[in-house]
């Protein structure tokens, strides 16, 4: 061989050992391409009150950006009526009746399996921001954030406003700010950390706002100065939530991180009824839909929702496939390539085969159950200020009984035969509704959500046949339900 041909076999070598080395390199860095994911919630905010959902008042300049770039979803549901489950129902896939999160101010139980637990399995650090309200936040409590699989928290044990004070990693701190840029503010320390120690990331921001009482800043009150004093601190709320999610958004850009961010957005509940009969502002709070929060009409359980991602969603999407807060655990699973060992029975379906724009239609029905249970009051700035005065830097977690101790109890046994409460089914275009009349007797009707989206049409008597088999379906997913109640997940 002479000498040319020498040379080329010896860069043809080298060529290949760069191409293998190269190959080796990219197998190994491939978990930092895992994308980062946001979830967001704001507290009682109804469907139509963003601007992309046609709200005339409101601005929500920075949500409709998201909405016009990302997947809207014209049918993403709360779990629940009210916060706590519907929260629940976010951390774990499954209805909050499942593990007896009935009503606001309820728990979680220690054996459930939340999203953040379930991440660590993929190598992702976790961070729980903003209202929490599944227990106590003092440290040694079993549910919570910490002992939820957070590593990283600043939770407030309900809604607050502004300058509030917060639990972080069990100490009580005090954060200065708008409601929602300090819970967007704190979120972005652990983000800034996470992107130092190159490590993907789960951060859920929970928002206190736009609940009641309503106390918006100066600034936000004065985009709405044509509006009662009322309806400047709610107005307010909702676009300083929107502001911070638009910072949040930007802070994503200048660190590099937005690409590969899966940043989702939505609401716990519908809105707040109004206070009076004729409340004009409120008229679009719900969009046209029946109902308000605490109810099963759509206005009480239907929310607005969208994903930004711009790495896997190139071009804006709007999707009328039913989704919901079940939905975020099981989809942020199949993202993250979370394993679980022992996953209790999921109500949740994934949603990456939606994002991917394989998914035209829902694989099963969802359900909704709203058990006859008393709320829990949880009044935050109490709770963090009684903490307060008993911490010290050597004992975080006061004398005294251990908040929530009983979470994990199994010791109430429910049946089978007694399924009180409303409760609902939604099957695609069409929704069962089951009411409690004030006689205590069922009530059962059937809508077209397609045709007839305020409720009006009842539809039992013109279509016996699917009614049946709807009432049939709910009735066999509540039996389901219960057995979860009474244990048989943990069993399993």
């Given at each position: 061989?002479n000498f040319h041909?020498?040379?080329f076999?010896?860069?043809?070598?080298?060529?290949?050992?760069i191409?293998?080395a190269?190959?080796?390199?990219?197998?190994?860095?491939?978990?930092?391409?895992?994308?980062n994911i946001?979830l967001?919630?704001?507290?009682?905010?109804?469907?139509?009150?963003?601007?992309?959902?046609g709200?005339?008042?409101?601005k929500?300049?920075?949500?409709?950006?998201?909405?016009?770039?990302?997947?809207?979803?014209?049918?993403?549901?709360?779990a629940?009526p009210?916060c706590?489950?519907t929260?629940?129902?976010?951390?774990?896939g499954?209805h909050?009746n499942?593990f007896?999160?009935?009503?606001?101010?309820h728990?979680?139980?220690?054996?459930?399996?939340?999203?953040a637990?379930?991440?660590?399995s993929?190598?992702y650090?976790?961070?729980?921001?903003?209202?929490?309200?599944l227990?106590?936040?003092?440290?040694?409590s079993?549910?919570?954030?910490?002992?939820?699989g957070?590593?990283?928290?600043?939770?407030?044990?309900?809604f607050?406003?502004?300058d509030?004070?917060m639990?972080?990693n069990?100490?009580?701190?005090?954060?200065?700010?708008?409601?929602?840029?300090?819970t967007v503010?704190a979120?972005?320390?652990?983000?800034?950390q996470?992107k130092?120690?190159?490590?993907?990331?789960?951060a859920?921001?929970w928002?206190?706002n736009?609940h009641?009482?309503?106390e918006?800043?100066?600034?936000?009150?004065?985009?709405?100065?044509?509006q009662?004093?009322?309806?400047?601190?709610?107005?307010g709320?909702?676009?300083g939530?929107d502001?911070a999610?638009?910072h949040l958004?930007?802070q994503?850009?200048?660190?590099?991180?937005?690409?590969n961010?899966?940043?989702?957005?939505?609401?716990?509940?519908g809105p707040?009824?109004p206070?009076?009969?004729?409340?004009?502002?409120r008229?679009?709070?719900t969009g046209?839909?029946?109902?308000?929060?605490?109810?099963?009409?759509e206005?009480?359980?239907?929310?607005?929702?969208?994903?930004e991602?711009p790495?896997?969603?190139?071009?804006p999407?709007?999707t009328n496939v039913p989704?919901g807060?079940?939905?975020?655990y099981?989809?942020?699973l199949a993202?993250?390539?979370?394993?679980v060992?022992h996953?209790p029975?999921?109500?949740?379906?994934?949603?990456?085969?939606?994002?991917?724009?394989?998914?035209?239609?829902?694989?099963?029905?969802?359900?909704?159950?709203t058990?006859?249970?008393?709320?829990?009051?949880?009044?935050?700035?109490e709770?963090?200020?009684?903490?307060k005065?008993?911490?010290?830097p050597?004992?975080p977690?006061?004398e005294?009984p251990v908040?929530?101790?009983e979470a994990?109890s199994?010791?109430?046994?429910?049946?089978?035969?007694?399924l009180p409460?409303a409760?609902?089914?939604?099957?695609?275009d069409?929704?069962l509704l089951?009411?409690?009349s004030k006689?205590?007797q069922?009530?059962?009707?059937?809508?077209?959500?397609?045709q007839?989206?305020?409720?009006?049409k009842?539809?039992?008597?013109?279509?016996?046949k699917?009614?049946?088999?709807?009432?049939?379906g709910?009735?066999?997913w509540?039996?389901?339900?219960v057995?979860?109640?009474?244990?048989?997940?943990y069993s399993d």
């Open positions: 061989m041909g020498r040379v076999i010896v860069i043809l070598f080298c060529c290949f050992c191409s293998s190269t190959h080796s390199v990219g197998a190994v860095q491939k978990p930092a391409s895992r994308p946001i967001c919630m704001t507290d009682d905010q109804g469907w139509g009150e963003t601007s992309f959902n709200h005339s008042i409101l929500t300049p920075h949500l409709d950006d998201m909405a016009a770039s990302g997947l809207r979803f014209d049918r993403f549901y709360a629940a009210v706590s489950p929260r629940g129902s976010f951390l774990t499954r909050p499942r007896a999160c009935f009503s606001w101010g728990t979680l139980r220690p054996q459930e399996v939340t999203v637990e379930a991440v660590k993929a190598g650090t976790t961070g729980h921001f903003g209202k929490w309200h227990g106590s936040v003092q440290a040694n079993p549910v919570s954030p910490g002992n939820s957070f590593d990283e928290w600043v939770s407030s044990p309900n607050y406003e502004n509030p004070y639990s972080h069990g100490t009580v701190i005090q954060l200065k700010g708008e409601s929602s840029r300090v503010d979120a972005l320390e652990f983000i800034k996470s130092m120690k190159e490590k993907p990331f789960l859920v921001i928002f206190g736009p009641t009482p309503h918006a800043t100066s600034e936000l009150k004065d985009l709405y100065q044509n009662s004093a009322d309806f400047q601190n709610y107005f709320e909702i676009t939530v502001r999610m638009g958004r930007r994503l850009r200048d660190l590099g991180l937005a690409e961010t899966l940043l989702w957005f939505t609401s716990d509940n707040r009824p206070r009076f009969k004729k409340e004009d502002s008229s679009q709070a046209g839909l029946a109902g308000w929060k605490g109810n099963l009409w206005g009480g359980i239907r929310v607005p929702s969208i994903i991602w790495a896997q969603i190139q071009k999407e709007v989704c807060t079940i939905d975020i099981p989809t942020v993202v993250t390539g979370a394993k060992s996953q029975h999921l109500d949740g379906v994934s949603l990456l085969p939606l994002i991917e724009g394989q998914m035209t239609s829902r694989s099963k029905p969802m359900g909704f159950w058990y006859p249970a008393k709320g829990h009051p949880k009044r935050s700035t709770i963090l200020l009684n903490l005065q008993q911490q010290t050597e004992k977690n006061p005294g908040p929530d101790a994990a199994l010791k109430t046994k429910y049946s089978k035969d007694d409460g409760a609902a089914w939604i099957d695609g069409y929704k089951k009411m409690i006689k205590n069922s009530q059962y009707t059937l809508y077209n959500l397609a007839d989206h305020s409720e009006k009842d539809l039992s008597k013109v279509d016996p699917r009614f049946r088999k709807m009432k049939a709910l009735l066999d509540q039996h389901s339900v057995d979860s109640l009474n244990g048989k997940d």
